[in-house]
């Protein structure tokens, strides 16, 4: 299954904004990216985008998981791209 998630990927790409995604995927998910639905969340980290389907439930469940590693509420942009990688994600965690 792939990600829910549709990432803004720029013609230019940015490397910088792409390890910081890559950082924040390890932090989250404690390996590093190997399949295509693991790089279209850290492309969806690095760059943004939407997600194809909505679904409350699934976020509801990512923003507790998010509090549980960050301590705090999504704030910013990209704290809700964390969130949003969290419950669209298919990945084992």
């Known amino acids: 299954m792939l990600s829910g998630l549709i ?4 013609a230019k790409r ?11 995927y390890v932090k989250l998910f404690k390996r590093l990216p190997k399949t295509t639905p693991d790089w279209i969340s850290v492309n969806y980290l690095a760059y943004g985008g939407t997600v194809a389907e909505r679904d ?16 705090r509420l999504p704030k910013i942009a990209n704290d809700w791209r964390i969130v949003h990688a ?8």
């Open 7 to 10: 990432p803004n990927i720029p």
């Open 14 to 24: 940015d490397l910088r904004l792409e390890k910081q995604a890559i950082q924040i």
């Open 56 to 71: 409350l439930k699934l976020e509801k469940q990512a923003l507790i998981r998010y509090g549980q590693i960050y301590r």
């Open 86 to 93: 969290l419950g669209y994600a298919p990945l084992e965690v």
